[in-house]
Nanobody, 118 residues
Framework: VQLQASGGGLVQAGGSLRLSCAASGIIVSMNAIDWYRQAPGKQRELVATITSGGSTSYGDSVKGRFTVSRDHAKNTVYLQMNSLKSEDTGVYYC?????????????WGQGTQVTVSS
């Protein structure tokens, strides 16, 4: 299983970015995918989740601004980020898990840097 996060960059406050998480070894429409972020000096926090059933949930700090979605044909999950704030700056990671007979395994993408300038 591999996750490839991309789409980060430098954007002004109030702007938008769309992050992508391309998956291999799993089918994104059959797995829950999380987006996390980690700001400098802070713990990694859960930003958004899309379940295998397509339900979505968001952290309080991004509700109403971020939208998680997926494209089955491209086997990719997206995080659309609007009305960006300086506090959204950080490294964004996508994550999934697989449960096998041997137990649960978590898989993380490599992270993509988002910098919001005020």
């Amino acid at each position: 299983v591999q996750l490839q996060a991309s789409g980060g960059g430098l954007v002004q406050a109030g702007g938008s970015l769309r992050l992508s998480c391309a998956a291999s070894g799993i089918i994104v429409s059959m797995n829950a995918i999380d987006w996390y972020r980690q700001a400098p000096g802070k713990q990694r926090e859960l930003v958004a989740t899309i379940t295998s059933g397509g339900s979505t949930s968001y952290g309080d700090s991004v509700k109403g601004r971020f939208t998680v979605s997926r494209d089955h044909a491209k086997n990719t999950v997206y995080l659309q980020m609007n009305s960006l704030k300086s506090e959204d700056t950080g490294v964004y990671y996508c994550k999934t898990f697989v449960i096998r007979a041997t137990g649960r395994s978590d898989y993380w993408g490599q992270g993509t840097q988002v910098t919001v300038s005020s």
